[in-house]
């Protein structure tokens, strides 16, 4: 007889939270600088005029302005526009 109570198998249980990644402002926003657009993987979304692009390939906002989204190629740009 055991002396000792068994230890179960606990596989499940565990859960992490999510990233909230995606497009945080849409066309036509208004953001300020250091303004975050877009959190993202990869480059699937690619910073234009006045945008720039985190080490994480996250895309914000470098001056005050107004969000406008473009094509180029099969990439989605997004661009600045300042007033």
Known sequence: MAHKK???SA???RDSHGQRRGI???DGDKVKAG???VRQVGMR???GKD???GKDYTI???KNGTVKFGRSGDK???NILTE
């Open 6 to 8: 068994g230890q179960g």
């Open 11 to 13: 596989s499940n249980g």
């Open 24 to 26: 945080k402002l849409y």
């Open 35 to 37: 303004g975050i657009i």
């Open 45 to 47: 979304y690619m910073p």
């Open 51 to 53: 945008a720039g692009l």
């Open 60 to 62: 914000f906002a470098l």
């Open 76 to 78: 989605v740009t997004v």
